[in-house]
């Protein structure tokens, strides 16, 4: 994520306006949704004041959330925020859990 976000900040600089961790500031790719929109932490200040920041999939257009990663997944879960790029049947109203290896 931090390569591509890279390579569009390269060729569209006007659009892509955050550094890339570890610089001071930048964001950090902590997840990506099945429509492939991308969720960074902004490291601006100690770790646990990050902000969420969300990039719509294949897009400059994003949104930044005042908000711890957990906080950000509990609201979006129980459907106190909703993110605009996320799709609108997101998330669904049955909850399943897929587990992932990570070896």
Same mark, same amino acid.
Request: aromatic letters at 16%; proline letters at 7%.
């Given at each position: 994520?931090?390569?591509?976000?890279?390579?569009?900040?390269?060729?569209?600089?006007?659009?892509?306006?955050?550094?890339?961790?570890?610089?001071?500031?930048?964001?950090?790719?902590?997840?990506?949704?099945?429509?492939?929109?991308? +969720?960074?932490?902004? #490291?601006?200040?100690?770790?646990?004041?990050?902000? /969420?920041?969300?990039?719509? *999939?294949?897009?400059?257009?994003?949104?930044?959330?005042?908000?711890?990663?957990?906080?950000?997944?509990?609201?979006?879960?129980?459907?106190? +925020?909703?993110?605009? #790029?996320?799709?609108?049947?997101?998330?669904?109203? /049955?909850?399943?859990?897929? *587990?992932?290896?990570?070896?």
């Amino acid at each position: 994520m931090s390569r591509a976000y890279s390579q569009s900040k390269l060729k569209f600089p006007q659009y892509y306006k955050h550094h890339i961790y570890p610089e001071t500031g930048g964001i950090l790719p902590w997840g990506h949704m099945e429509n492939s929109d991308e +969720l960074y932490w902004l #490291t601006e200040g100690r770790p646990d004041e990050w902000k /969420v920041v969300v990039y719509e *999939s294949r897009s400059p257009e994003n949104y930044i959330y005042s908000l711890s990663m957990t906080d950000f997944l509990c609201e979006i879960i129980t459907k106190k +925020l909703a993110c605009d #790029t996320f799709p609108d049947d997101f998330p669904s109203d /049955v909850a399943t859990f897929i *587990s992932v290896n990570v070896d």
